[in-house]
Antibody, heavy 120, light 106 residues
């Protein structure tokens, strides 16, 4: 069964950095686009970043550009999210999810999430 | 940016009743709309993709309809495990957005 396991979350001070990882298994990771979605406590879902099958194709909403960087290592079946200049409003559970094919407009599998808390 | 507006914010129903959830897009998304279910402490789960296609393993009581700007998720007869938050979602030009969610509660 498709599995994705996020890690790297934790408590970080405002202005700090954190790198999240998403380890994928039971599917050919390099063949699929991936995405990061976050959910602040008690709030809805928010798109953070997405990536094609290689680092050549990355996308961000304007609110994340310049601070967050998505990347992937297909040899390690792992997706990453580098987060810099963190703010209190970045506090959220961060999920990775799989895009079932190029051009698909939905995600078919999600990880269980990792909690990032930005606080002094 | 396409904005998705879900209504109502909360739906109070009983097991066995029919639930009708709405999602309206600020501009046409054709049929490229998905629905997810999220229970407390869990990741979202795909229910419906491309407006009306049930995902693998999703019971037939869940159905989706609509195109363009107006979409509906219907749960024909609520089971106890269906009480959760439901989100709609779209992708246009590599820009992904979610609705704010509808909570279906007892």
């Amino acid at each position: 069964e498709v599995q994705m396991l996020e890690s790297g979350g934790g408590l970080v001070q405002p202005g700090g950095s954190l790198r999240l990882s998403c380890a994928a298994s039971e599917f050919t990771f390099g063949n699929y686009g991936m995405i990061w979605v976050r959910q602040a406590p008690g709030k809805g879902l928010e798109w953070v970043s997405s990536i094609g099958t290689s680092d050549a194709y990355t996308y961000y909403p304007d609110s994340m550009k310049g601070r967050f960087t998505i990347s992937r290592d297909n040899s390690k079946n792992t997706l990453y999210l580098q987060m810099n200049s963190l703010r209190a409003e970045d506090t959220a559970v961060y999920y990775c999810a799989k895009i079932p094919f190029s051009g698909a407009c939905y995600f078919d599998y999600w990880g269980q999430g990792t909690l990032v808390t930005v606080s002094s | 940016e396409i904005v998705l507006t879900q209504s109502p914010a909360t739906l109070s129903l009983s097991p066995g009743e029919r639930a009708t959830l709405s999602c309206r897009a600020s501009q046409s998304v054709r049929s490229y709309l998905a629905w997810y279910q999220q229970k407390p402490g869990q990741a979202p789960r795909l229910l419906i993709y491309d407006a009306s296609n049930r995902a693998t393993g999703i019971p037939a009581r869940f159905s989706g309809s609509g195109s363009g700007t107006d979409f509906t998720l219907t749960i024909s007869s609520l089971e106890p495990e269906d009480f959760a938050v439901y989100y709609c979602q779209q992708r246009t030009n590599n820009w992904w957005t979610f609705g704010q969610g509808t909570k279906v509660e007892i």
